[in-house]
């Protein structure tokens, strides 16, 4: 019953939050699917191909993900660099995943936030369609800077050091 289903969840959901198992998470991600919530089931089911180290898990991923597929609209995003944090503007809130990842949005314009640390903020706009996993990829541009060194009297000498100091460790 959808009340059974739905007390399970919460209970798995609870179960995830303290201690992370790839069992768990197909588990939540059959419950979502089960209760109507096709982007939640995605999104669960993406988690497990990227998180399993199982390889009959990772192979039940992508198996129910080509099923969910026909009936979301996903974007599958990459970054450079790797590792960044996808946001959807309309949520800046809410972090969807650390890229590469892939997820399920509502069809139509949709705009994505990409942060990482030491790196341009950037955005990407995309039309996501129902049945169509759509590629997204963003390059972000290093934060770079300058340095003026003055000093009273002129002429003073000084020295940098430290990581990355005139390109090397010092």
């Known amino acids: ?27 939540i991600a ?7 919530q096709t982007e939640a089931a995605f999104a669960s089911y993406a988690e497990l191909e990227t998180t399993a180290t199982d390889a009959s ?4 991923a992508t198996y129910a993900l080509r099923g969910l597929s026909r009936r979301v609209a996903a974007l599958a995003v990459e970054t450079d660099p790797s590792g960044a944090e996808v946001y959807l503007a309309r ?10 990842c892939r997820f399920a949005v509502a069809p139509g314009p949709q705009r994505l936030m ?7 903020p950037a955005e990407a706009g995309v039309d996501a369609r129902r049945g169509v996993e759509v590629p997204v990829r963003v ?17 003073v000498p000084f020295r940098i050091a430290g990581p990355n100091a005139n390109g090397g460790d010092r």
């Open 91 to 100: 949520d800046p809130g809410a972090r969807m995943c650390h890229a590469p």
């Open 139 to 155: 390059r972000l541009e290093r934060v770079t800077g300058g340095v003026r060194i003055a000093s009273r009297p002129p002429g």
């Open 30 to 36: 059959q419950l979502y699917d089960a209760l109507g």
């Open 114 to 120: 990409v942060r990482s640390d030491g790196w341009r």
């Open 57 to 60: 898990m990772k192979e039940r």
């Open 1 to 27: 019953s959808r009340g059974r289903h739905a007390e399970a969840l919460r209970a798995f959901l609870l179960s995830q939050a303290t201690a992370r198992n790839p069992n768990t998470l197909a588990a």
